[in-house]
């Protein structure tokens, strides 16, 4: 018994690291989305100071991204916007058809869980 005791020690301490790894990083990804769809010019921001860094790109060139990525960022946006009501046509009913099949206790559940997971979807609302 007494060398299974260090084992399990050190089975419980790997196993609340991978725990504590799991929700760190979970909670780095969410912020990094929720960042990038509310503040999409930081993230153009970003790419283009990596880019200059790691290509040495001159002032000339630094320009020429710059506007390079702001077109690209101006038509996704308008993409988005032509697409958007599509997609929420799509969240709604699929919500609408996990909403009958859930028991009431389950749709207050799953109320909160789409709350809580509201910034995956770019501002698309699950309910009509």
Do not use: C
């Not at 799991?22 to 990596?50: D, N, S």
């Not at 009913?93 to 028991?103: H, P, R, S, V």
């Amino acid at each position: 018994m007494k060398r299974i005791k260090p084992w399990l020690l050190l089975a419980l301490v790997f196993f609340v690291g991978v725990i504590v790894g799991v929700a760190g990083t979970r909670v780095v990804v969410r912020r990094a989305v929720r960042e990038a769809v509310l503040h999409p010019a930081r993230v153009q921001l970003l790419i283009e100071k990596r880019l200059t860094r790691r290509l040495g790109l001159d002032g000339s060139q630094q320009s020429q991204l710059d506007q390079i990525l702001s077109g690209t960022r101006d038509q996704m946006q308008t993409i988005r916007q032509q697409y958007r009501p599509a997609v929420a046509l799509v969240f709604s009913n699929a919500n609408q058809q996990i909403n009958a099949m859930l028991t009431a206790e389950q749709r207050v559940r799953y109320e909160r869980i789409k709350a809580d997971n509201a910034v995956f979807l770019h501002g698309v609302q699950l309910t009509p």
